[in-house]
């Protein structure tokens, strides 16, 4: 049988063909513009450009749960300052109720009547149980997981079996499994796990539990009948979030260090393929992959690259034959996904910087007071501090199509300044002493660096000429660090330098591997926000360290000579193994009661041995930490005689070694570990570095957008060694501060200029306060609680600190276009 058609009919056909082509490409240039009208340049160098609309959530938001009928989304926000629940109707797309608790994190389960939640309780030890009434969140009690007060137990994930009243919780601090029985409010049953657990998900048929051995780099299958473990499943190192199929049959799971996400035949329990999910094969440690959500109709898999910004996405109807399908720019730091119907929700622990939402609130629009509680020998003082600027958004949107794929694909690529070739080949100059390969020539031979503690460039150096100062914010200018504003001002001044960390749990492990895990990311902000946890930083607990270790494990694969002064070696002995036999033995590590300058004269006595018998190592790391203060206590230095004796010691090292045979073979680095989030004009992570050394440039002002990450690649250009993450490969090197030319002028250091004996005498609410907080280890209380004491000493006791900034670079040099 044959069909005929009209001409006219054709005609018609063809012009809806040719309008739809139209449409779409309309729609993807609309979506082009939109992404690059949302750009913006992050203080790392990185940029974001935030696919969709968006909600604002609290500080810090870690996961979503969704109920069985779709219709309610809870969000859980464990941060620094409030931490809450958030009850959101994805009908309408509304927070429709905000519940500020005392200790959360991580852990959330709905029931399958769509009316309880389950909350983890953090380092309370609870499960916290609400209910979903009239559109909010009413508290309903909790269920404590001991009755031992002194129990260190960090309840993490959980699943619920609502059919046998039995939920699921597993722990990161004791690594147990408890089952605790909804109905008689008690745990019935515990079972110890081989390293910290993070979360757990039970099969549809309730048989089976499957937790993510977080610090063990397996997947532990749970026998809930028998009630026992079944043989381990090998996976990614720090595996984190699970997602099972509907049918129970295939298991994904998140390897954060790995940027992998495992996939499980459950019937054998075997890995049947691994997905990449960064955005270069074989990329190096840093996408930190921690989020998972399927389509409805399960053929898509959508993975959260938290560090990387984005979501990758993966056809998976056929598992085991995967395949890339490309990426989507989201908000700073994703730490959960959920689809429901045709839409993503995508929770952004760390919001959208300062960019502007237009068309909804601002999360930087209001600066919000919170109340800190420091217990100190049973004793709780209260402080109001400003906190949580750093606000967590959801990101919604249509899943997107193939088309669309496309675009937001290459705007993920153009807000990534990582690549492989960068990776082998940094930015450079010819000739400069800073090599761009990694194995080049340098006619510098010995690196020394130098940590010091939590100051912002406007602080300290906001009074120099030439730079972006302002001098408003100014608390320790000339006089109190003469020798800094010497140093800026004989060889090179950096007004536009940047930290990684954000305080001094993540900002150390950023100042020596040029990243933070996922680990410390998500745990730091419980400890700094005063309810509880250690600090676990600075190689003080095997999850926190990176996969491949520090710069000294690099420097001693690549067989560069080595030793550390302080950093990475508390109480005289080494935090980690390559540090073994690497460290001067006499040179303490954090302790505001010994002096700098005690420090400077215990590494030139080590330094002197060293140099007398050509056995200087080619790295040197330091650590100079006394001007992060003892705020205002009585009979402790004051911030300013702190600070100027910290700048004292400097100028006495600086000088020592520019008077050394090694001078003109040296380069000395001096940074903050992070930057305490400190009043600065620009950034609160805008901070003070210097360069120093027979190649370096003479009073020069450098403007370049530097990190943490540009300090470390031009050391390790220097050294010989390769970047150990995506962001020191991706930094550009600070090779505009050296010159072809050595300059063998030695450095004079400046006597102090105040007393650096003074101390506290002032009886204030400052320093009662400072009583009440423990300076024992760095950062072991608020920084900005801190940060308030500091500003009063100097700016006096009824002065009000600003509120720090957090900036993004709106414009720059570079062409976004996509």
Known sequence: ????????????????????????????????????????????????????????????????????????????????????????????????????????????????????????????????????????????????????????????????????????????????????????????????????????VLTPNRDKLYISIWGGAKILPFNCTTKSFDQAIPVGDHPNELLLTKDGKTLFVANANDNSVSVINTQTNKVIEVLNAALFPNALE??????????????????????????????????????????????????????????????NGKGFSSFANPKGPNPLA??????????????????????????????????????????????????????????????????????????????????????????????????????????????????????????????????????????????HNWSTSAHATDYLEKTWPTGYGGRGGKYDGEGNRAIANPKNGFIWDYCKRAGVSYRTYGEFADDFKPNIPSIEGHFCPDFPSFDQKIMDTLRFNRWKKDFDALLAKNQVPQFNSLRFPNDHTEGQRIGSYSPTAFVAENDYAIGLFVEHLSKSKIWKETAIFIVEDDAQNGSDHVDAH???????????????????????????RTMELILGIPPMSQYDAAATPMYKCFSSKADLRPFTHIPPQVDIFEKNTVENASSRLSEKLDFSKEDAIPDLVLNQIIWKSVKGENSEMPAPHRAAILHTNEEDED
């Open 286 to 347: 840093g996408s930190s992959t921690n989020g998972l959500a399927l389509s409805e109709d399960e053929e898509r898999l959508y993975i959260s690259n938290a560090d990387n910004n984005c979501l990758a996405v993966f056809e998976v109807e056929n598992p085991g034959k995967s395949k890339s399908l490309g990426f989507v720019p989201v908000g700073w730091y994703p730490t959960a996904i959920k689809v429901v119907g045709k839409t993503v929700y995508v929770a």
């Open 1 to 200: 049988m044959k069909i005929h058609f009209s001409k006219s009919l054709c005609l018609g056909i063809v012009c809806s063909f040719v309008f739809s082509l139209e449409s779409i490409a309309q729609g993807t240039i609309k979506l082009q513009q939109d992404l690059q009208k949302k750009r913006v340049r992050l203080p790392n160098g990185w940029k974001l450009s935030p696919h969709g609309k968006s909600l604002p959530l609290g500080d810090l938001p870690l996961n979503l749960a969704v109920s069985a009928n779709k219709q309610w989304m809870v969000a859980t926000n464990n941060g620094q300052s409030v931490q809450s629940l958030q009850l959101i109707d994805t009908q309408t797309n509304e927070v429709v109720h905000s519940l500020e608790v005392a200790k959360s994190w991580y852990g959330l389960a709905i029931s399958s009547d769509n009316k309880t939640v389950y909350a983890s309780g953090g380092n309370d030890n609870k499960v916290l149980r609400f209910e979903i009434s009239n559109r909010q969140l009413v508290a309903k009690g909790s269920i404590s997981l001991t009755d031992k007060a002194k129990d260190i137990i960090s309840p993490t994930g959980m699943a619920l079996d609502d059919e046998r009243g039995i939920l699921y919780v597993v722990s990161k601090d004791n690594n147990k499994l408890y089952l605790v029985d909804v109905r008689q409010n008690k745990v019935n049953d515990s079972f110890a796990l081989p390293a910290e657990g993070f979360t757990c």
């Open 366 to 507: 209001k600066i919000q007071k919170v109340t800190y509680q420091q217990a100190d020998n049973e004793k709780k003082a209260k402080v109001e501090y400003i906190g949580g600027l750093m606000k967590g958004t959801l990101s919604l949107f249509p899943e997107p199509t193939s088309l669309e794929l496309g675009v937001l694909s290459k705007a993920v690529y153009t807000n990534t300044p990582y690549n492989k070739q960068i990776e082998l080949e940094a930015k450079g100059e010819k000739g400069n002493p800073i090599p761009t390969k990694v194995g080049g020539k340098s006619p510098i031979k010995y690196v020394f660096y130098i940590l010091k503690e939590n100051r912002t460039y406007d602080q300290v150096l906001a009074d120099v000429k030439g730079g972006n100062g302002d001098l408003s914010l100014l608390l320790f200018g000339e006089k109190v660090t003469p020798n800094q504003h010497k140093l800026v001002k004989d060889f090179v001044l950096l007004d536009n330098f940047y930290v990684d960390g954000e305080v001094s749990s993540d900002g």
């Open 686 to 712: 805008r901070t003070t570095a210097y360069v120093a050394g027979g190649f370096v440039k003479r009073g020069y002002v450098d403007h370049t957008p530097y990190s943490t990450s540009s300090m470390l």
